[in-house]
């Protein structure tokens, strides 16, 4: 029986039901999810298949333990009992960062030295040294205490998986890649129903979905941190890779149109597509949104338009909302898929959707509305009832609130914030 690890990956809020599959789908055990956290076993190979395919999660560590750590004592001596020498070795990195909620030990500055302090004097006894060079493979250890409980982990992932690397260079307000891979999941795309997104910035929605078509592992072409780790077999990443490869099926007949009304952002988009190895399936040109036609195929849409905090006044939002739920109709029985931050979204398009999901586009809340029932008869009634039925008591509204009281694990580490630059 092959060594079992406990392992989490985190994802943005609202992803965790597409990693928990995902994990599943790789044949790995999942524990317990959180927000932000799930939480799961598997042996050595889940260090390079999980970081090569999880298409929605942000980063994969080992799970070192997690005990009660309620005083600066009870975290020196639960840290200390771990056994870092698995991992780290004399001459090896442990840079040491992390986050606490609602515990008694807040000050990050101080539980980081404490953590530290105690791998410290757990390996000096291991290895009978007092001083640590720590020039050699970079293990980031990162702490977590929820609720005075405190979980220590190593990275594995290095750089977070949404760089897949095919988009270093991306446009004003791009979407994380991570969170438009789980869009194109909820919009279930098929290989005889084209998928469109007209407000394509630099071109991750169709990208993601392409990748998704032609089971492509959105990690196959990087690297991660874990790839450096002394005890993990170098075949164990070959046969990843190799799996990967095998697993690829790029006879696929899907097609993705890439489309915006700026000619540099198609470019980038362009640029992007071919790095990705997607040219076959994604096409990209300029073209208006509001202009689009169906031309006798059966389509999905599949956006991010403009929001009015990053691109475009609210008021321009609203009206370009108000065109696009006209024209979006026109092309029934096509479904629509649109992710939004604006709270009045569905009274400006002009129509209650299907279904709104909460999602957030980095520290943006959003609502995901799916409008899966396109026809124009309902369009119209929807305008009739619309004054009444708008979401003032639903779901939307509690999501609101869950966000607002920021509940446990609904806080964003640094590297979340949405103003990344690629
Ligand atoms: C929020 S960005 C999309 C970002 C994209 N999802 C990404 O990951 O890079 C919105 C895009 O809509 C485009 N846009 C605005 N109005 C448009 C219109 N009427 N037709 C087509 N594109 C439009 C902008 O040029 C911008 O690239």
Redesign the pocket.
């Known amino acids: 029986m092959q060594e079992q690890l406990t392992f989490v990956a985190t994802c943005m809020f609202g992803l965790e039901r597409f990693v928990g599959e995902e994990i599943d789908a790789l044949g790995y055990e999942r524990i317990s999810t959180i927000d932000g956290r799930v939480t799961f076993r598997g042996d050595m190979s889940a260090i390079a298949r999980c970081n090569m395919w999880l298409r929605c999660a942000e980063r994969l560590y080992i799970s070192m333990g997690t005990f009660p750590a309620f005083t600066f004592t009870e975290l020196f001596d639960g840290v200390k009992k771990l056994p870092w020498e698995r991992w780290i070795g004399p001459d090896d990195a442990f840079p040491v960062k992390g986050h606490s909620i609602k515990s008694q030990l807040f000050s990050i500055p101080d539980c980081q030295s404490i953590v530290k302090k105690a791998i410290v004097e757990r390996l000096s006894a291991e290895y009978g040294i007092s001083w640590f060079k720590e020039d050699c493979v970079k293990y980031q250890i990162d702490f977590f205490i929820l609720e005075n409980e405190a979980t220590l982990m190593i990275d594995t992932s290095g750089t977070p998986l949404h760089k897949r690397g095919y988009r270093p260079a991306?446009?004003a307000?791009?979407?994380r890649e991570t969170l438009?891979a789980a869009m194109v999941k909820v919009a279930r795309p098929r290989e005889d129903v084209l998928l469109w997104?007209?407000?394509?910035?630099?071109?991750?929605?169709p990208l993601e979905a392409a990748l998704l078509m032609t089971n492509t592992a959105p990690g196959m072409n990087r690297s991660f941190a874990a790839e450096e780790f002394f005890d993990i077999p170098a075949e164990v990443w070959t046969k990843a890779r190799e799996e990967a490869h095998d697993l690829q099926k790029l006879d696929t007949r899907f097609e993705a149109f890439a489309?915006?009304?700026?000619r540099d952002?198609v470019r980038m988009a362009q640029d992007n597509v071919v790095r990705a190895g997607m040219q076959k399936y994604v096409k990209t040109f300029q073209?208006?949104?509001?202009n689009i036609r169906a031309d006798g195929r059966r389509g999905t849409i599949v956006c991010?338009?403009?929001?009015g905090e990053r691109?475009m006044t609210p008021e321009e939002v609203a009206v370009?909302y108000r065109k696009m739920g006209k024209h979006f109709a026109s092309l029934a029985p096509w479904q629509v898929y649109i992710i939004s931050s604006d709270e009045n979204f569905e009274e400006h398009y002009g129509r209650r959707a299907d279904k709104v999901r909460k999602l957030y586009n980095g520290m943006i809340r959003c609502g995901y509305y799916q409008y899966f029932k396109n026809d124009t008869r309902r369009q119209s009634e929807d305008h009739r009832s619309h004054s009444d039925s708008f979401r003032k008591d639903d779901n939307f509204h509690k999501y609101k609130k869950d966000f607002q009281n920021q509940r446990p694990g609904h806080f964003r580490k640094p590297e979340d914030k949405p103003d990344r630059k690629d």
Not at 287 to 290: R, S, T
Not at 304 to 307: A, D, E, I, M, R
Request: with cysteine; net charge negative.
């Open positions: 991306a446009g307000a791009p979407l438009a997104d007209p407000f394509c910035g630099s071109g991750t929605i489309s915006d009304i700026d952002m073209h208006d949104a509001l991010n338009p403009p929001y691109l370009l």
